[in-house]
């Protein structure tokens, strides 16, 4: 059964940080990127960056760059997402997801929620100002 679990979540003053992990188990991990997206209320769930698990090379969006850093370890099946520099802006449910990928990791994969097929249950991140 191929599961992706989040954890990490939480309340954050702006300015402080949190650490997202995601737990990937029942698949064949080294196949895939992982992709970490953020839905907040009342907005469309949007992609905020990715990394080919054969590879290290995360993609960002413009929104976070400079701020969050997303790693992979490929022996423990695991991705995280190290937010730092937090503002109320980046309040929002975030998942973590997977896509199967053949040959390079491009944007339009990356931030095409369409194209994953495996989502995590989500975890809360709440910043107060």
């Known amino acids: 059964q191929v599961q992706l679990v989040e954890s990490g979540g939480g309340l954050v003053q702006a300015g402080g940080s949190l650490r997202l992990s995601c737990a990937a188990s029942?698949?064949?991990?080294?196949?895939?990127?992982m992709g970490w997206f953020r839905q907040s209320a009342g907005k469309e769930r949007e992609g905020i960056g990715c990394i080919k698990i054969s590879s290290s090379s995360p993609k960002y969006a413009d929104d976070v760059k400079g701020r969050f850093t997303i790693s992979k370890d490929g022996a423990k099946n695991t991705v995280e997402l190290q937010m730092n520099s937090l503002k109320p802006g980046d309040t929002a449910i975030y998942y973590c997801?997977?896509?199967?990928?053949?040959?390079?990791?491009?944007?339009?994969?990356?931030?095409?929620?369409?194209?994953?097929?495996?989502w995590g249950q989500g975890t809360q991140v709440t910043v107060s100002s």
């Open positions: 997801a997977a896509v199967p990928v053949k040959g390079g990791l491009t944007q339009r994969v990356c931030y095409q929620d369409a194209l994953y097929e495996m």
């Open positions: 029942g698949l064949t991990f080294s196949r895939y990127a």
